[in-house]
């Protein structure tokens, strides 16, 4: 980590967005894993009970290819991936770098076969990205798992292009290992939307709800996400991180595609929003970010999490569209 990320960045007084300061840094160091920490304590590869005790719950702060040797195979029941995208981006020193599509094509193929064989057979995986990589990671999808459906989200921040139409919304694939066997819960993910127009029956309402705070009804969600707040200054999930997820828009995938006590695992944990929703609705997780000031990030997030566990936009149970104050 460089020396500079210890100090904490001065912010106006209504800003939220979380920050490591000096003094928390060596509880949280000792919180995380790093490569060194899980050669010690993982002891022989083939020990999948000892690598279990090892890795639940926890930040593995190391390479991809290192952290992926002590995830046993078949160990997630839930996997989300939200890797680079074929964009040059700057993670806090490091640089990733865009490149021709059959480059980005076998950039994910590298590590993509390796992150499914710790999917369960009964399992599912969400894998992000944006209309510049989105073909990119449908093929490689394909090759190895079922796709289900592709889940376009409004990532309504950023300015406008003077050139093109402004770049507003990003892609989610969903595909299991066994299209006949695998788990989808769309009660837990019905989203609470405002009824403009109430219809009544005999002077009842007809599929809505009356309220003190309004009509509302219960839809069903499709592959269309209009009711996401990307993390900005105002909202304490908020990090530095220049890419990271709502928290909302992670909990629906989880609460869609694991049960209690399921595994979570995010081979790109990033400030671990994938973690912390995971833990905040009653579920083991495991991470993997090369990046330590990011990992440190993630661990007091789900540090505050043991007290916290709200969720901007889901309460009550429900999803609720953006501007409900909720």
């Known amino acids: 980590m460089k020396k500079d990320t210890l100090q904490p960045k001065t912010r106006a007084p209504r800003n939220k967005t979380l920050s490591l300061i000096p003094s928390e840094i060596p509880h949280l160091k000792a919180e995380i894993l790093t490569a060194e920490d899980l050669k010690l304590k993982a002891g022989d590869l083939s ?15 190391c390479d991809i290819f290192e952290g992926l040797k002590y995830i046993p195979d078949e160990y997630a029941d839930l996997i989300i991936i939200d890797p680079p995208y074929n964009l040059t981006k700057n993670f806090n020193g490091t640089t990733f770098n865009a490149r021709s599509d059959s480059d980005y094509d076998k950039y994910l ?3 993509f076969s390796l992150v499914c064989s710790k999917l369960k057979k009964s399992g599912s995986l969400y894998l992000c990205g944006d209309w510049k990589c989105t073909a990119s990671l449908q093929r490689v999808l394909e090759k190895e798992l079922t796709v289900l459906n592709r889940i376009t989200w409004q990532r ?8 093109n139409w402004k770049n507003a919304m990003e ?5 299991v290992k066994n299209p006949d066997n695998y788990f989808f819960n769309v009660e837990a993910v019905k989203i609470k939307r405002r009824v403009l127009a109430p219809y009544k029956i005999n002077g009842k309402p007809k599929d809505w709800e ?9 839809t069903y969600p499709s592959n269309f996400w209009d009711d996401i707040s990307v993390p900005f200054w105002s909202m304490s999930e908020n990090t530095d991180h220049p890419t990271q997820k709502p928290e909302k828009l992670y909990a629906k995938l989880i609460l869609a595609s694991s049960r209690e006590g399921d595994v979570i695992f995010d081979p790109f944990l990033g400030s671990g929003t994938s973690a912390v929703v995971a833990k905040k609705l009653g579920r083991h997780f495991c991470g993997i970010e090369l990046n330590e000031e990011y990992s440190l990030l993630a661990q007091k997030r789900l540090d505050l999490a043991e007290n916290d566990k709200s969720i901007q936009g889901f309460s009550d149970g429900v999803f609720w569209e953006r501007n409900t104050n909720r």
């Open 156 to 163: 309504e921040k950023g300015r406008g292009a003077k050139s």
């Open 210 to 218: 009356e309220s003190e705070e309004g009509n509302f009804r219960l």
């Open 109 to 111: 193929e590298s590590w």
């Open 47 to 61: 020990d999948t009970v000892q690598l279990k005790k090892t890795i639940d719950d926890r930040v593995l702060n």
């Open 171 to 175: 892609d989610i694939w969903f595909a």
